[in-house]
């Protein structure tokens, strides 16, 4: 669908035509920073600012959240049509307002002939100030995805555009009898929605939307989502919400002064290169360590208690390892110490009748019924915790392991890829960035926890439980295989 645009300049008029209120702050239409980074449009401090004092102040009601569309849907008759035809996608604070973002669009778009469509709200506006092509990896060309083979962002990537095409298929399927959708969205000839508007609509979202805090709601907050990220201890700003005001404001951050000319940031969130890319789409140069990945795992198919661990479990099927505050190599994961344990532990299932007649699967451990959130806790204190924890170990090394050899094996074709049209120079240089860093983070990760394997099996309960277990009938490749 063809996009309409408003330059950010216009967005200091939008704003105060809506309440916004700028204290000698600026919008920015393009900010370069110290190094060459492009952060898109921001905010330039235009005075001085000390710990505390408010930069911007927006009115609630502009939060573009799940909320504000079911408000909104209460005085525009097609906008109601539209969430009552998809009850799932409106239960969810992302997919509702993704609904709104592609509604809005559509109304905006010169492609659009219905021009009896929507009404008239600070939104319509507010959406041809958004960014129109945002460089997240769902965007990718395939080119580009190639170089990702081998990253923790590879997996998820694949993982994101089956669900993304998933909503938009059920979107379809829902509104194709809406007459006005049927016309805009869906017909061969006057109809211009695609996947790639349901693809841009999630970027905006999921690079703009801030968590605010006391519960207050899950949004997009004009103006405040032109605050650019900076990490750790260099930015200087931080958001609020002001309940006696009704209002959520910028502030500059504890500690910090703004000084004139120096652009307002924020920070994003703490999570691993990975997140930055995927959610953002850059990684800021400041970036040392990948901090966090999430690998894929699965129970081996001759598991034979596979499928009730992976349905009574609910856990995600991986590991996280990351890098704690300490410096501290680590991993988490439920989901391994279902896969590690089996039927010779004192793990049974059963199937049980429920009052209302029907049946239920329930977890059993040594004979009693478990809780299934409680299997950690139990396996750790257990008399045979190291052998519980050397099993989980050597699965997350092994893992660990083959997704280093997975990237090592790509990473010819990732120093071929260019020069390519297909490849922007920012994405390749992102990713072999991205590249590295998991590369060091696996080796870390894999050094770590050969350390810990070889102490665990020095431990008094391993090498019984092992020496038991020779004198029975050891095959290689069982849990017990540690080589
Ligand atoms: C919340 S928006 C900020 C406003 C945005 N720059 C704009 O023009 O609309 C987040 C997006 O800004 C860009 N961005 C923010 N901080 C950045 C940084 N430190 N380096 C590079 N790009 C940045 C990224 O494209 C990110 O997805």
Redesign the pocket.
């Known amino acids: 669908m063809r996009q309409t645009s408003l330059p ?1 300049e216009n967005l200091q008029a939008w704003s105060r035509f809506n309440n916004v209120r700028l204290f000698d702050v600026a919008v920015e239409a393009h ?1 370069i ?1 110290d190094n060459g ?6 905010l330039l401090s235009k005075a001085e600012h000390t710990e505390a004092q408010p930069l911007v102040a927006v009115p609630i009601e502009l939060v573009l959240s799940k909320e504000r569309v079911e408000e909104a849907a209460k005085v525009d008759k097609s906008l109601k049509e539209l969430i009552e035809a998809v009850p799932t996608l409106v239960q969810n604070d992302r997919t509702a307002v993704l609904l709104f973002l592609v509604y809005q669009m559509t109304i905006n778009s010169p492609d659009n002939n219905d021009h009896a469509l929507g009404v008239n709200n600070p939104f319509a506006d507010y959406v041809k100030f ?2 129109k092509d ?3 990896p769902i965007s990718y060309t395939a080119d580009e995805r190639e170089l990702l083979i081998g990253t923790s962002l590879a997996e998820a990537l694949d993982q994101k555009l089956i669900s993304l095409q998933r909503e938009f298929d059920s979107l379809k399927a829902a509104t194709e009898t809406i007459p006005w959708c049927e016309q805009a969205w869906w017909d061969e000839i006057t109809g211009s929605l695609d996947f790639a508007d349901w693809k841009l609509a999630d970027a905006v979202y999921r ?2 939307a801030l968590e605010l805090p006391r519960g207050a709601s899950v949004g997009m907050v004009p103006v405040v ?6 990490s750790d201890d260099r930015y200087n700003a931080r958001f609020e919400v002001d309940e006696d005001t009704g209002s959520v404001l910028l502030v500059v951050r504890d500690g910090k002064s703004v000084k004139k000319g120096d652009e307002v ?1 924020i920070m ?1 969130g703490c999570g691993g290169a990975c997140e930055m890319i995927f959610s ?3 990684l ?1 140069e400041h970036a040392r360590s990948a901090r966090e990945m999430f690998l894929g795992l699965s129970i081996p198919a001759d598991d034979p208690l596979r499928k009730a661990k992976i349905w009574v479990a609910q856990a995600a099927p991986g590991v996280r390892i990351y890098v704690d505050d300490a410096d501290q190599v680590r991993w988490d994961s439920t989901f391994v110490w279902w896969a590690c344990i089996n039927q010779e532990d004192g793990l049974e299932f059963r199937v049980e009748r429920t009052v209302d007649g029907d049946t239920e699967l329930k977890a059993l451990w040594r004979d009693s019924e478990l809780d299934p959130n409680t299997l950690q806790a139990k396996l750790l204190e257990d008399y045979l915790r190291d052998v519980f924890v050397l099993r989980g170990t050597v699965m997350v090394q092994q893992r660990v392991e083959e997704q280093g050899m997975r990237l090592a094996a790509s990473e010819d074709e990732y120093d071929n890829a260019l020069p390519n049209t297909q490849i922007r120079p920012f994405v390749y240089e992102t990713v072999g960035r991205l590249r590295k860093l998991e590369m060091d983070l696996l080796t870390r990760t894999y050094e770590a926890l050969e350390e810990q394997k070889n102490r665990l099996l020095e431990s008094p309960v391993v090498r019984e439980y092992l020496g038991q277990n020779r004198s029975g009938t050891e095959v290689r490749d069982s849990p017990e295989d540690f080589s």
């Open positions: 950010l900010i920073a980074d492009d952060h898109g449009g921001g958004l960014p945002i460089p997240l690079s703009r989502d032109m605050a650019n990220h900076a940031t994003y953002y789409g850059f800021e």
